[in-house]
């Protein structure tokens, strides 16, 4: 499987971003697809994860600000950010995973597929 980021940008604080997550090849072997982010000198950290019945989980940094979605028709993930911080400044990446209880355990072995990032930035 093949994942593939997009819309990352700069923004002002309290702007907004859409990312999106193409996928191609066998996607449907993963029963849950999750956005994560990683700052320069941390580790990376789940954002938002989606399983295939549609349980979804956020970060408690993000909830109420983003929101995670799903195109079956065009196999993408979405990921639409609003009131967007400087704390949300990371490179996000893309990952189709096993099981979100996995993921949201903190287990990146759930996630055998990733995509190259793209970087969101937010000024003060």
């Known amino acids: 499987v093949q994942l593939a980021e997009s819309g990352g940008g700069l923004v002002q604080t309290g702007g907004s971003l859409r990312l999106s997550c193409s996928a191609s090849?066998?996607?449907?072997?993963?029963?849950?697809m999750g956005w994560y982010h990683q700052a320069p000198g941390r580790e990376r950290e789940l954002v938002a994860a989606l399983s295939v019945s549609g349980d979804r989980h956020y970060a408690d940094s993000v909830k109420g600000r983003f929101t995670v979605s799903r195109d079956w028709n065009k196999n993408t993930l979405n990921l639409e950010m609003n009131d967007l911080r400087p704390d949300d400044t990371a490179m996000y990446h893309c990952?189709?995973?096993?099981?979100?209880?996995?993921?949201?355990?903190?287990?990146?072995?759930?996630?055998?597929?990733w995509g190259q990032g793209t970087q969101v930035t937010v000024s003060s």
């Open positions: 090849g066998n996607i449907f072997r993963f029963n849950a």
């Open positions: 990952a189709a995973c096993s099981h979100i209880a996995t993921m949201i355990a903190g287990r990146e072995s759930a996630c055998d597929s």
